[in-house]
């Protein structure tokens, strides 16, 4: 069993850069790839990051692609989300996850994930 809690969101004005933290319980973090989704009002749930449970390899939608970026701190059992450039249509409700996946490899779609955290609100006025 794992919990995450994220934290860090907030209000921020386009241009503006965030860090989101998600903290997870257990001993068995190292076991598991982390994605960040993030859910906007009426749309449904997107990636926005992924990342292998080594942390040497991340994957990025084209959305957030060099914008966005994902790291891990297996000690410390905390994935982070770093956001540069954050733009009003980055607003939503961000979740980190965690997938019991095979070393190197990482999982892409919503329903692939084992655990979900409670989500952090960024919101980005123009």
């Known amino acids: 069993q794992v919990q995450l809690v994220e934290s860090g969101g907030g209000l921020v004005q386009a241009g503006d850069s965030l860090r989101l933290s998600c903290a997870a319980s257990?001993?068995?973090?190292?076991?598991?790839?982390m994605d960040w989704f993030r859910q906007a009002p009426g749309k449904e749930r997107e990636l926005v990051a992924a990342?292998?449970?080594?942390?040497?390899?991340?994957y990025y939608p084209d959305s957030v692609k060099g914008r966005f970026t994902i790291s891990r701190d297996n000690a410390e059992n905390t994935v982070y989300l770093q956001m540069n450039g954050l733009k009003p249509e980055d607003t939503g409700v961000y979740y980190c996850?965690?997938?019991?996946?095979?070393?190197?490899?990482?999982?892409?779609?919503?329903?692939?994930?084992?655990?979900w955290g409670n989500g952090t609100l960024v919101t980005v006025s123009s």
């Open positions: 990342i292998s449970r080594s942390g040497g390899n991340t």
């Open positions: 996850a965690a997938a019991a996946t095979a070393s190197g490899w990482y999982k892409i779609r919503p329903r692939d994930m084992d655990y």
């Open positions: 257990g001993r068995t973090f190292r076991s598991y790839c």
